[in-house]
Each structure stands twice: as C-alpha cells, then as structure tokens.
C-alpha cells in the first residue's frame, strides 16, 4: 500500500551557487555525498540531484524539512540506483509510520534535478 509520493526539482545553477558559499556543503551533505559529488565533472549536478531527494522525502512523509531534519538521511549510490540510508531517529519514526519500503529515483537535465520518492507500507 502507497503511504506517501514526494517530488521535488533543484535548480542546478541556484545549487552552484550555494555550495559555493563557505560551509554550506558540510552543514547539509554527508561525508560520502560530498565525495560522490566532487568526483564528478559537475558536482553541482549531484548536490541538486541529493538536495531534491531529501525535498521528495519530506514531502513524501507529510513531516516537512524542518520536521525530518536535512542530515536525518543521506543518498547513498549503488549498483541498483540511489538509496536512503536513514539515522537512527528517522529510522524509528519510519517505523512507528508503519512505512516498510522507500523508493527513490533521481534524474538531472537541462539544469535541473529531480527526485521522486515512494513511500510504501505492508498493513
């Protein structure tokens, strides 16, 4: 059963700016976002890409950024795509939801990144 969808898009060029502005990638990405990032030819690209997917998840649960809090997750990449890895508190909350499953894509073109995210929940 589908508890929540989110979707959001980051302006890449608004992105390229923020994280040009001094500690503003430490404050909001993780150590590995900020590693996957900088190894590509336009980090920028894959900051707006994580930002959107945290924007999709907030509005996915209802909760809003302020509420899930901008580091209670981050992206992590692998072989089947983009995936959430949850803190411990997002974690609990996601449980006490009920919410078993959460899907993530993300695109980017055209200078901008979208990302939708899926909520789903068995009972």
């Known amino acids: 059963m589908i ?3 989110g979707l959001d898009v980051c302006d890449i060029n608004r992105m390229r700016k923020a994280v040009s502005q001094k500690g503003f990638c430490e404050r ?3 150590a590995e976002e900020i590693s996957y990032a900088e190894s590509k030819a336009d980090p920028a690209t894959h900051y707006a890409a994580a930002f959107a997917a945290r924007e999709a998840l ?3 649960t209802g909760w809003g950024m302020a509420k899930l809090g901008i580091n ?3 992206i992590e990449r692998t072989k089947t795509g983009p995936r959430f890895v949850l ?3 997002t974690l ?3 449980s ?3 919410i078993d499953n959460i899907f993530l894509t993300i695109s980017h073109d055209a200078g901008i990144a ?3 995210v899926v909520l789903e929940k068995n009972q």
Request: overall charge negative.
């Open 87 to 89: 803190d411990e508190n």
């Open 28 to 30: 909001v990405f993780s």
């Open 114 to 116: 979208t990302a939708v």
């Open 96 to 98: 006490d939801e009920g």
């Open 58 to 60: 907030s509005k996915a």
């Open 92 to 94: 609990s909350k996601f």
């Open 3 to 5: 508890r929540g969808i």
């Open 72 to 74: 209670s997750c981050t």
